[in-house]
């Protein structure tokens, strides 16, 4: 019998709920992120957000801006809150998020950040692009729908 994969690190830190109702997502990615020791504490104590922020690629580096750490109280040498960070993915997928960015007019969006079950920080970003204002109406319309579907279902009506 194989062996279970044990997932008890994996713990979400951030999430950006806003942005599935925002924007319509493409695609999505999993990256690494380059962090200080005090900011990975700070995080451990779940004080972060990723709402505000968005991912952006300069000069041969993927960025991530805005996104907010809280800083860390017993920390010896603090963090600044909202610096930028650096984003760890391979080449061709750097090339691939500049081609999307730049010749195709999408937008890379943070979703997760998160401890993957060997206890790193990764942060799922999103290949995205803009809803109209009547793109966001049909969205929720269609939510609402399937939740009073549902309500219908459940009590048989």
């Given at each position: 019998?194989?062996?279970?994969?044990?997932?008890?690190?994996?713990?979400?830190?951030?999430?950006?709920?806003?942005?599935?109702?925002?924007?319509?997502?493409?695609?999505?990615?999993?990256?690494?992120?380059?962090?200080?020791?005090?900011?990975?504490?700070?995080?451990?104590?779940?004080?972060?957000?990723?709402?505000?922020?968005?991912?952006?690629?300069?000069?041969?580096?993927?960025?991530?801006?805005?996104?907010?750490?809280?800083?860390?109280?017993?920390?010896?040498?603090p963090h600044e809150e909202r610096a930028r960070r650096k984003l760890l993915v391979s080449r061709r997928e750097?090339?691939?998020?500049?081609?999307?960015?730049?010749?195709?007019?999408?937008?890379?969006?943070?979703?997760?950040?998160?401890?993957?079950?060997?206890?790193?920080?990764?942060?799922?970003?999103?290949?995205?692009?803009?809803?109209?204002?009547?793109?966001?109406?049909?969205?929720?319309?269609?939510?609402?729908?399937?939740?009073?579907?549902?309500?219908?279902?459940?009590?048989?009506?």
């Amino acid at each position: 019998m194989a062996k279970k994969d044990d997932n008890s690190n994996y713990k979400v830190i951030a999430e950006n709920r806003r942005a599935r109702y925002d924007y319509t997502i493409e695609d999505d990615l999993e990256c690494g992120i380059i962090l200080s020791g005090s900011e990975v504490k700070s995080l451990r104590t779940g004080q972060s957000n990723i709402a505000d922020s968005y991912a952006s690629v300069e000069d041969g580096e993927l960025w991530l801006t805005n996104a907010y750490i809280a800083p860390y109280k017993q920390a010896m040498f603090p963090h600044e809150e909202r610096a930028r960070r650096k984003l760890l993915v391979s080449r061709r997928e750097l090339a691939r998020l500049w081609n999307a960015t730049q010749r195709q007019g999408m937008t890379l969006v943070p979703l997760v950040m998160y401890f993957n079950h060997k206890g790193r920080v990764k942060l799922k970003i999103a290949v995205a692009k803009g809803k109209q204002k009547q793109d966001k109406r049909a969205t929720e319309a269609k939510r609402d729908w399937g939740r009073q579907k549902a309500r219908l279902l459940r009590h048989g009506e």
